[in-house]
């Protein structure tokens, strides 16, 4: 009996120590530790949460054009040249999804490139969700 115990227990450990450990990185990438003391990328969940698929005959949903938002630089076409410049990204590769707008204000998602993200407009500044425009720390 304790010979079986034993045989048991050599096999379970040995066993456990021949597999793949899975570990992510400070910078949030996944990578699979390999018992021959190497590793690799997990390339298995490559898609984001954020990703997004555009259907061919896509059409934007319509969103304010007028003469007043043109003048201020505060229309859907500004914020398209805007993400454009700050990400490098063809104006084509933005796609808008959703729209919510006010005279003073607007909420925007896109597809830009394909990955799926949120603007903001006050006035006639645009911003990413979340960013912070009154940083004061100097980075």
Known sequence: MK???????FFIS?????QDIKATTEDGKKVILKPNKTWS????????????????GYKEPKYNTSSSWKRMGSTVD???KHISVDMGVKQEK???LEVSEQLGNGVYILCVDGQKMKWRRTGSVFRKDGEDVL?????
Do not use: Q
Not at 3 to 9: K, Q, W
Not at 14 to 18: D, L, V
């Open 3 to 9: 010979n079986l115990l034993l045989t048991g227990l």
């Open 14 to 18: 040995a066993f456990s120590f021949a």
């Open 41 to 56: 990328y997990d390339e298995s969940k490559i898609e984001s949460k954020n990703s997004c698929v555009i259907e061919t």
């Open 78 to 80: 500004d914020l398209k």
């Open 94 to 96: 933005i796609i808008l």
């Open 135 to 139: 940083n004061m720390k100097n980075e």
